[in-house]
């Protein structure tokens, strides 16, 4: 691989992007009307606000802006009633200005701001914030900051769209108030003014309902939660999530934030489907009363859906409204009504008898007709409903009910056609793009980007650009469209950090979408705003993604190494699917007389046609045939020829035999045909090799894909590539880098490794590197360096110099010492004390904490190999106890991973020390060890190895997979014990796993199980 040239990089968050950069006024969202002057007005940092003759709503919001700025920025600004001596003035507008309208300007002799609405002058103040400077902005305190300079300007603004939004997803993880109110923050700041709170749904109930207690202490927790840490990615907690919930007060506290920052909070309780933690809390509701609901602990559709036949069900859906209604003043609550499949009513007696009773076409109907009475009931209590579009796209919707429910419908997939569905029905639309506006979703297709939803298209520059309301629609439809809103759900995302990072800065590029006109719109223009707003993000303390605030020239995505007529490089091009079907196959062509041509002849096997097989080694006869090189077109740069290495002088065909998914794909073996192109739909980082999606630019939305059994394992074509993972090709080289690359790598690999490594002087230690070796290596680097400048061109002289430093940096390193005995810690802070133990209670290696309980944690080395690659396979025996580590289970257990077991045989255990967190990874068999938490549903207290993850083979830190080394005295001697049943130790922890010294009252685990003390 090729590495990416994104060696200078230029944030350039002053320099001029043109003519005018000196008038460069930064505000996002864009105003509707901007004149910029020339000066600035210096207001000293005491300054004054006049609000004379306003009434005490808008005095109201003049000093909410007053107590933020004399908060944590330390300004001592104070409202007056004089004119004289003022250095803002708030007025009335004479004229006509929109709801959330104001009209700003700002002269070197002072500021006029003028609306006739609470909501204009808090955006008229919105504005003015923004022009200071990004500490006062933040509410950071800077004690050189002694007048806030401010540019001449003239605005009159108001918004495009009355709703301007953001949903969050609290049910699948739950984020505390305080992340809510910064989320608050952050879109006041933008202005948007409508936050969509998804406070309920299968994986969790999130709203304390005081009728219903039980939906929160029973429907408020699961046994286990899908996380994904921002930079080591996706892994399984393996102890209970929750109970997470919000109190009645912690809800009115949040209500009154975001009201005072002219947010209104919309409240949705998913119904009646994506309710299972409701029905695992009160299983009457159900449509099987009698049979097991337990709350998911992933995304996805479940059949367990309310009984909307039993008049006790809804009639608990109606309490639980009225209780949300009272907490949430906002005039619209929703009720979901997305993704509820009718399986569950088909086959229970109450929903047949209604349907049969009422002469229903479809038991989709049931839906209609219970949302249509959730809306009347919602609507006898002041409020209006939103409902997501399936209300209306589902197929045998009853349009009719619907559409007399007059509800608000959430467009999001197919966003467009629902929405001007919705118009010509007279129906009020919001719009949330499933894709761009869904800011969940993975935001880049580089192979660094963090794990998550979607193939990386949903970038920035996708999210500015989408239109909600696009210049084809009438007039008539036109009024339907209310607003729009960005979507956040939370199946992989469970942190702060990671939630900021995937929203931010698209939430922005939304907020713009929601206040500016398109024809005002300019991305470039945005993303230099967003550049310099970074400063305010950073005091803020908000995690954002900075990959497309960042200019180059390079592209980011990392390409195969191009093959020429004299030059090769080959890849053998591995599927990516999921399934055990096609797993470990590769793309081969067929070759006369393979045995494939005859096993799927019916499937249209046949000689020189790209077909999948179980991937050739070296040697076998098929092992060309599934070897690939990438020329590029002479004349048109990102456009391949895929030239197999059994036939160098052609390549493959530029279009299939047909457009579809019987379509097969045959060679072409005396010509060249420069047409396919590369991640177009989907690209990433595998281990050590990348995958790509294949396609011709003859085949426009085709990729090549690796078809199942039904197509016989052909290479065909889809136009998913994501789906089952079909149509992603892991790229393996199988020539290693050579040359001067590698030696640029080698360098580089150097120069990290000295920097991270620590040092002895004499006597060896473990974990430390000698300080001659560092310095050899050292000087060896720059020996190498010295040699490239002066052009020196013996690559092979040049690596084994710097390969020789390496290696004898290596071979000073402090390894464990054979008869030599250790305690072995975790060195994750959320495991801190923990140490390997045998208890020699069972067959399992488990773990103390330190330290109080040190039974059966001191270990010693009985032998020891080093490894090629610089870590260390040794049999490690337990002092205490005389059992050796054995093995890890064949099988997965639960969600974690490979239990290790002790036993008198014996087994290589390596350890693999990280310079750069001066820590090991210790593994077994190829996986690696992890502590099971106490309280996993399974195996608590357990090492595990290895992870239970598609793609993703090992345990994370955060799971604790990181340890260190204490060298103890060797005053124990190995004393061989029969395993025995000694009874259960009486470690106490708390329901998220951590020990607890002296427990208080309360509920804890004790003994692997759940205890009350009193």
């Given at each position: 691989?090729?590495?990416?040239?994104?060696?200078?990089?230029?944030?350039?968050?002053?320099?001029?992007?043109?003519?005018?950069?000196?008038?460069?006024?930064?505000?996002?969202?864009?105003?509707?009307?901007?004149?910029?002057?020339?000066?600035?007005?210096?207001?000293?940092?005491?300054?004054?606000?006049?609000?004379?003759?306003?009434?005490?709503?808008?005095?109201?919001?003049?000093?909410?802006?007053?107590?933020?700025?004399?908060?944590?920025?330390?300004?001592?600004?104070?409202?007056?009633?004089?004119?004289?001596?003022?250095?803002?003035?708030?007025?009335?507008?004479?004229?006509?200005?929109?709801?959330?309208?104001?009209?700003?300007?700002?002269?070197?002799?002072?500021?006029?701001?003028?609306?006739?609405?609470?909501?204009?002058?808090?955006?008229?103040?919105?504005?003015?914030?923004?022009?200071?400077?990004?500490?006062?902005?933040?509410?950071?305190?800077?004690?050189?900051?002694?007048?806030?300079?401010?540019?001449?300007?003239?605005?009159?603004?108001?918004?495009?769209?009355?709703?301007?939004?953001?949903?969050?997803?609290?049910?699948?993880?739950?984020?505390?108030?305080?992340?809510?109110?910064?989320?608050?923050?952050?879109?006041?700041?933008?202005?948007?003014?409508?936050?969509?709170?998804?406070?309920?749904?299968?994986?969790?109930?999130?709203?304390?309902?005081?009728?219903?207690?039980?939906?929160?202490?029973?429907?408020?927790?699961?046994?286990?939660?899908?996380?994904?840490?921002?930079?080591?990615?996706?892994?399984?907690?393996?102890?209970?999530?929750?109970?997470?919930?919000?109190?009645?007060?912690?809800?009115?506290?949040?209500?009154?934030?975001?009201?005072?920052?002219?947010?209104?909070?919309?409240?949705?309780?998913?119904?009646?489907?994506?309710?299972?933690?409701?029905?695992?809390?009160?299983?009457?509701?159900?449509?099987?009363?009698?049979?097991?609901?337990?709350?998911?602990?992933?995304?996805?559709?479940?059949?367990?859906?309310?009984?909307?036949?039993?008049?006790?069900?809804?009639?608990?859906?109606?309490?639980?409204?009225?209780?949300?209604?009272?907490?949430?003043?906002?005039?619209?609550?929703?009720?979901?009504?997305?993704?509820?499949?009718?399986?569950?009513?088909?086959?229970?007696?109450?929903?047949?008898?209604?349907?049969?009773?009422?002469?229903?076409?479809?038991?989709?109907?049931?839906q209609s007709r219970f949302i249509k009475e959730m809306a009347d009931f919602i609507k006898q209590h002041g409020h209006k409903t939103a409902v997501w579009n399936e209300a209306i796209t589902a197929k045998d919707s009853e349009l009719d009910s619907i559409k007399a429910a007059d509800v608000t419908v959430m467009c999001w997939h197919p966003a467009a056609a629902s929405a001007i569905q919705a118009a010509n029905m007279r129906l009020n639309n919001i719009v949330t793009f499933y894709g761009p506006?869904?800011?969940?979703?993975?935001?880049?297709?580089?192979?660094?980007?963090?794990?998550?939803?979607?193939?990386?298209?949903?970038?920035?520059?996708?999210?500015?650009?989408?239109?909600?309301?696009?210049?084809?629609?009438?007039?008539?439809?036109?009024?339907?469209?209310?607003?729009?809103?960005?979507?956040?759900?939370?199946?992989?995302?469970?942190?702060?950090?990671?939630?900021?990072?995937?929203?931010?800065?698209?939430?922005?590029?939304?907020?713009?979408?929601?206040?500016?006109?398109?024809?005002?719109?300019?991305?470039?223009?945005?993303?230099?705003?967003?550049?310099?707003?970074?400063?305010?993000?950073?005091?803020?303390?908000?995690?954002?993604?900075?990959?497309?605030?960042?200019?180059?020239?390079?592209?980011?995505?990392?390409?195969?190494?191009?093959?020429?007529?004299?030059?090769?490089?080959?890849?053998?091009?591995?599927?990516?699917?999921?399934?055990a079907s096609r797993k470990g196959r590769s793309i081969e062509l067929l070759r006369a007389g393979s045995s494939l041509i005859s096993t799927y002849a019916a499937k249209g096997a046949q000689a020189n046609r790209l077909w999948t097989a179980p991937t050739a080694a070296k040697g076998d006869a098929n092992y060309d045939y599934q070897l690939w090189a990438f020329e590029q077109s002479p004349t048109a740069p990102g456009k391949y020829a895929l030239v197999c290495k059994a036939f160098p002088k052609?390549?493959?065909?530029?279009?299939?035999?047909?457009?579809?998914?019987?379509?097969?794909?045959?060679?072409?073996?005396?010509?060249?045909?420069?047409?396919?192109?590369?991640?177009?739909?989907?690209?990433?980082?595998?281990?050590?090799?990348?995958?790509?999606?294949?396609?011709?630019?003859?085949?426009?939305?085709?990729?090549?894909?690796?078809?199942?059994?039904?197509?016989?394992?052909?290479?065909?074509?889809?136009?998913?590539?994501?789906?089952?993972?079909?149509?992603?090709?892991?790229?393996?080289?199988?020539?290693?880098?050579?040359?001067?690359?590698?030696?640029?790598?080698?360098?580089?690999?150097?120069?990290?490794?000295?920097?991270?490594?620590?040092?002895?002087?004499?006597?060896?230690?473990?974990?430390?590197?000698?300080?001659?070796?560092?310095?050899?290596?050292?000087?060896?680097?720059?020996?190498?360096?010295?040699?490239?400048?002066?052009?020196?061109?013996?690559?092979?002289?040049?690596?084994?110099?710097?390969?020789?430093?390496?290696?004898?940096?290596?071979?000073?390193?402090?390894?464990?010492?054979?008869?030599?005995?250790?305690?072995?810690?975790?060195?994750?802070?959320?495991?801190?004390?923990?140490?390997?133990?045998?208890?020699?209670?069972?067959?399992?290696?488990?773990?103390?904490?330190?330290?109080?309980?040190?039974?059966?944690?001191?270990?010693?080395?009985?032998?020891?190999?080093?490894?090629?690659?610089?870590?260390?396979?040794?049999?490690?025996?337990?002092?205490?106890?005389?059992?050796?580590?054995?093995?890890?289970?064949?099988?997965?257990?639960?969600?974690?991973?490979?239990?290790?077991?002790?036993?008198?045989?014996?087994?290589?255990?390596?350890?693999?020390?990280?310079?750069?967190?001066?820590?090991?990874?210790?593994?077994?068999?190829?996986?690696?060890?992890?502590?099971?938490?106490?309280?996993?549903?399974?195996?608590?207290?357990?090492?595990?190895?290895?992870?239970?993850?598609?793609?993703?083979?090992?345990?994370?830190?955060?799971?604790?997979?990181?340890?260190?080394?204490?060298?103890?005295?060797?005053?124990?001697?190995?004393?061989?014990?029969?395993?025995?049943?000694?009874?259960?130790?009486?470690?106490?922890?708390?329901?998220?796993?951590?020990?607890?010294?002296?427990?208080?009252?309360?509920?804890?685990?004790?003994?692997?199980?759940?205890?009350?003390?009193?």
């Amino acid at each position: 691989m090729k590495r990416i040239l994104l060696l200078f990089f230029a944030l350039m968050l002053l320099c001029p992007f043109g003519a005018g950069a000196e008038n460069f006024v930064n505000l996002t969202p864009k105003p509707k009307q901007m004149t910029v002057g020339t000066g600035t007005l210096s207001v000293p940092t005491n300054f004054r606000i006049c609000v004379a003759g306003l009434p005490d709503s808008i005095k109201a919001e003049a000093t909410n802006f007053v107590e933020f700025l004399n908060g944590k920025s330390g300004l001592k600004v104070k409202t007056t009633t004089k004119t004289s001596g003022a250095q803002i003035v708030l007025s009335r507008y004479a004229g006509t200005l929109d709801p959330e309208g104001y009209k700003l300007d700002i002269t070197t002799s002072g500021v006029k701001l003028q609306s006739n609405t609470t909501a204009g002058f808090f955006y008229g103040l919105t504005t003015l914030k923004k022009l200071m400077p990004a500490s006062v902005r933040a509410g950071v305190a800077d004690a050189n900051l002694t007048a806030l300079p401010l540019p001449v300007v003239s605005i009159t603004d108001s918004p495009r769209f009355g709703y301007r939004g953001f949903m969050l997803d609290v049910s699948r993880h739950f984020f505390d108030v305080d992340e809510i109110k910064k989320i608050l923050n952050v879109m006041a700041d933008y202005k948007l003014n409508r936050f969509h709170w998804h406070i309920t749904d299968d994986q969790g109930w999130r709203l304390e309902i005081k009728k219903y207690p039980k939906l929160t202490t029973i429907g408020a927790t699961r046994e286990n939660s899908y996380l994904t840490d921002l930079k080591h990615g996706p892994y399984w907690t393996n102890k209970q999530d929750g109970p997470f919930f919000y109190t009645q007060e912690q809800v009115r506290e949040v209500v009154a934030y975001a009201k005072a920052r002219h947010i209104e909070i919309l409240p949705e309780v998913d119904m009646p489907g994506h309710i299972v933690s409701a029905l695992a809390a009160y299983p009457e509701f159900s449509c099987w009363p009698d049979g097991e609901h337990k709350i998911p602990l992933q995304g996805g559709v479940y059949t367990d859906i309310l009984n909307v036949a039993n008049p006790k069900a809804v009639q608990f859906a109606k309490d639980v409204m009225k209780e949300v209604m009272e907490l949430f003043p906002f005039e619209m609550v929703s009720i979901g009504g997305d993704e509820c499949p009718t399986n569950a009513w088909e086959q229970n007696v109450e929903c047949q008898a209604l349907y049969q009773r009422e002469g229903l076409k479809s038991y989709r109907w049931l839906q209609s007709r219970f949302i249509k009475e959730m809306a009347d009931f919602i609507k006898q209590h002041g409020h209006k409903t939103a409902v997501w579009n399936e209300a209306i796209t589902a197929k045998d919707s009853e349009l009719d009910s619907i559409k007399a429910a007059d509800v608000t419908v959430m467009c999001w997939h197919p966003a467009a056609a629902s929405a001007i569905q919705a118009a010509n029905m007279r129906l009020n639309n919001i719009v949330t793009f499933y894709g761009p506006y869904y800011i969940n979703r993975k935001q880049s297709k580089a192979p660094d980007e963090p794990s998550a939803a979607g193939d990386g298209s949903d970038n920035l520059a996708a999210t500015y650009n989408a239109e909600a309301a696009p210049n084809s629609l009438t007039t008539a439809q036109r009024k339907y469209y209310t607003g729009i809103q960005g979507s956040f759900w939370t199946e992989h995302v469970g942190t702060n950090d990671y939630l900021e990072y995937l929203a931010l800065p698209r939430l922005l590029a939304i907020a713009e979408a929601g206040w500016t006109e398109p024809s005002a719109k300019n991305y470039n223009n945005f993303v230099r705003r967003i550049q310099a707003d970074t400063t305010y993000l950073n005091l803020a303390g908000f995690t954002y993604c900075r990959r497309d605030l960042t200019t180059s020239s390079a592209t980011d995505m990392v390409l195969p190494r191009v093959s020429n007529d004299t030059v090769r490089h080959y890849y053998q091009l591995q599927t990516r699917a999921t399934d055990a079907s096609r797993k470990g196959r590769s793309i081969e062509l067929l070759r006369a007389g393979s045995s494939l041509i005859s096993t799927y002849a019916a499937k249209g096997a046949q000689a020189n046609r790209l077909w999948t097989a179980p991937t050739a080694a070296k040697g076998d006869a098929n092992y060309d045939y599934q070897l690939w090189a990438f020329e590029q077109s002479p004349t048109a740069p990102g456009k391949y020829a895929l030239v197999c290495k059994a036939f160098p002088k052609g390549s493959l065909k530029q279009t299939p035999t047909q457009q579809s998914n019987a379509g097969r794909w045959d060679y072409d073996t005396n010509a060249k045909h420069y047409c396919f192109e590369l991640g177009k739909a989907g690209y990433g980082k595998d281990g050590n090799s990348y995958y790509y999606t294949i396609s011709s630019d003859k085949v426009g939305g085709w990729y090549l894909n690796a078809s199942m059994l039904g197509q016989g394992f052909a290479v065909n074509l889809w136009t998913d590539a994501a789906s089952g993972n079909g149509g992603l090709w892991k790229f393996v080289a199988v020539d290693a880098v050579q040359g001067m690359e590698a030696l640029t790598d080698a360098l580089s690999d150097a120069s990290s490794l000295l920097n991270k490594v620590q040092t002895y002087a004499a006597k060896k230690e473990t974990g430390k590197f000698s300080a001659a070796a560092k310095a050899a290596l050292a000087a060896g680097i720059a020996e190498v360096e010295s040699e490239l400048a002066r052009g020196n061109t013996d690559v092979t002289a040049l690596s084994k110099r710097l390969s020789d430093a390496v290696n004898a940096l290596w071979a000073s390193f402090g390894y464990l010492e054979e008869g030599q005995q250790y305690r072995i810690h975790n060195n994750v802070e959320a495991f801190s004390g923990l140490a390997l133990a045998d208890l020699n209670t069972d067959a399992y290696l488990r773990y103390s904490f330190l330290p109080t309980d040190t039974v059966g944690t001191k270990w010693q080395i009985v032998s020891s190999t080093i490894n090629a690659d610089h870590s260390q396979t040794v049999r490690l025996q337990n002092v205490t106890t005389g059992r050796w580590l054995l093995s890890a289970s064949a099988t997965n257990l639960g969600k974690i991973g490979y239990a290790v077991r002790m036993a008198s045989g014996r087994a290589g255990v390596t350890f693999a020390f990280n310079p750069a967190t001066q820590d090991y990874q210790i593994s077994m068999s190829g996986h690696n060890f992890y502590p099971v938490p106490q309280a996993s549903t399974a195996l608590p207290g357990i090492i595990g190895a290895g992870s239970v993850l598609e793609n993703k083979p090992q345990p994370i830190r955060p799971q604790g997979a990181a340890w260190v080394i204490e060298q103890v005295d060797n005053n124990t001697t190995v004393i061989l014990t029969p395993s025995v049943a000694t009874p259960e130790r009486k470690t106490v922890y708390d329901l998220a796993g951590r020990r607890v010294q002296h427990p208080q009252k309360g509920l804890y685990i004790e003994g692997n199980k759940k205890t009350l003390h009193l």
